[in-house]
């Protein structure tokens, strides 16, 4: 059974960092690309981005909102996901998925992350 | 890259048949065959519906099918069920390598 598990999110003070992690098992993480959504309390989904396989090239894009400020990558040998956040600001607060690409078949169930002071 | 346009809210009786539109640019969905269409229920994980614009995932109901012409893209659901009722998001790749999702339409199963 595929399972995706996201932890890491908390309140964090405007201008702080946060570091996501999801972790993966049920299928082989080693190939699959990845993805970060968000979805602010009682709003749309959002596409944060995207994380290649490493046979792929590995390579990362990023939404116009994070770019700069959001890191995407991964630890194969951990099977597990990450997504750092730098300069948080108020509008980052959501709840944030990870889900694998480009296909988004498989989700986690959600991290809570609160920018606030 | 702006999200793209899809009704806020549809509805439908028990047995019906709707479609909720999702429309685009040329850059998105026109330029591409990659929309997805994903249902998500109150405090719930979305759940993938459709993928490359008609394309139905394993366990998923034949109820659900999808299409597209040019800039739009639809989601047509058939015998509409309660169980049905929820939010449905549609998404496209798009000629920047980045994915972009629809502001969302709730259904209501009148």
């Known amino acids: 059974e595929v399972q995706l598990v996201e932890s890491g999110g908390g309140l964090v003070e405007p201008g702080g960092s946060l570091r996501l992690s999801c972790a993966a098992s049920?299928?082989?993480?080693?190939?699959?690309?990845m993805r970060w959504v968000r979805q602010a309390p009682g709003k749309g989904l959002e596409w944060v981005g995207r994380?290649?396989?490493?046979?792929?090239?590995?390579?990362?894009d990023y939404a116009a909102p994070v770019k700069d400020r959001f890191t995407i990558s991964r630890d194969d040998s951990k099977n597990t996901l990450y997504l750092q956040m730098n300069s948080l600001k108020t509008e980052d607060t959501a709840v944030y998925y990870c889900?694998?690409?480009?296909?988004?078949?498989?989700w986690g169930q959600g991290t809570l992350v609160t920018v606030s002071s | 890259q702006s999200a793209l346009t899809q009704p806020a809210s549809v509805s439908g009786s028990p047995g019906q048949s709707l479609t909720i539109s999702c429309t685009g640019t040329?850059?998105?969905?026109?330029?591409?065959?990659?929309v997805s269409w994903y249902q998500q229920h109150p405090g719930k994980a979305p759940k993938l519906m459709i993928y490359d614009v008609s394309n139905r995932p394993s366990g998923v109901s034949n109820r659900f099918s999808g299409s597209k012409s040019g800039n739009t893209a639809s989601l047509t659901i058939s015998g509409l069920q309660a169980e049905d009722e929820a939010d449905y998001y549609c998404?496209?790749?798009?000629?920047?390598?980045?994915?972009?999702f629809g502001g969302g339409t709730k259904l209501t199963v009148l």
């Open positions: 049920g299928f082989t993480f080693t190939n699959a690309w």
């Open positions: 998404s496209s790749y798009t000629s920047t390598s980045t994915r972009v």
């Open positions: 994380i290649k396989s490493k046979t792929d090239g590995g390579t990362t």
């Open positions: 040329s850059s998105d969905i026109g330029g591409y065959d990659y």
């Open positions: 889900a694998t690409d480009p296909v988004s078949r498989h």
